[in-house]
């Protein structure tokens, strides 16, 4: 196994963990949105990663979604959200901590771009392999 696939491994692991609290929140109630977005973000930005680092794409340290899924659509790989889709979870990567008030999604749609792109990312892992 090669570095590169051992750490695509790791981020998706990750990004599972990230996905699973994701769930946890959205089936809660009284469970606020930014929390929800932010472990939405966590995940797909792990898994986005994931990919990137399995099909060796280089990408700087970043939260911003858009330039991570510009990256790959750059390296020929097509995530299965646009940039412009994805970039509406960046904010809670940093604005969780100052502010709940951020509406820019739901709480289901937070919760299906994490799943469908967490499982994209799965797919990706396991074929390059």
């Keep these: 196994m090669t570095p590169y696939i051992d750490e695509a491994r790791r981020l998706v ?3 599972r963990r990230d996905y699973q609290t994701c ?3 959205t089936s809660h109630p009284e469970a606020q949105i930014a929390p929800i977005c932010f ?3 966590q995940c797909v930005e792990k ?7 399995a099909n060796q794409v280089y990408f700087r340290y970043t939260h911003d979604l858009g330039e991570l899924t510009n990256l790959l659509t750059s390296a020929g790989i097509a995530p ?3 940039a412009a889709e994805l970039q ?7 604005e969780l901590r100052y502010d709940e008030a951020i509406s820019l999604l739901t709480r289901e749609e937070a919760d ?3 799943t469908r792109t967490l499982a994209w990312a799965e797919t ?3 074929k390059a392999q």
Excluded: D
């Excluded at 898994?47 to 680092?53: F, V």
């Design 13 to 15: 692991r990750l990004a």
């Design 23 to 25: 769930a946890i929140l």
């Design 80 to 82: 299965p959200f646009t």
């Design 47 to 53: 898994s986005l990663k994931a990919a990137m680092t």
């Design 112 to 114: 299906q771009i994490a």
């Design 124 to 126: 990706l892992v396991a």
């Design 88 to 94: 509406r979870l960046t904010p809670f990567a940093v």
């Design 39 to 41: 472990h939405a973000q």
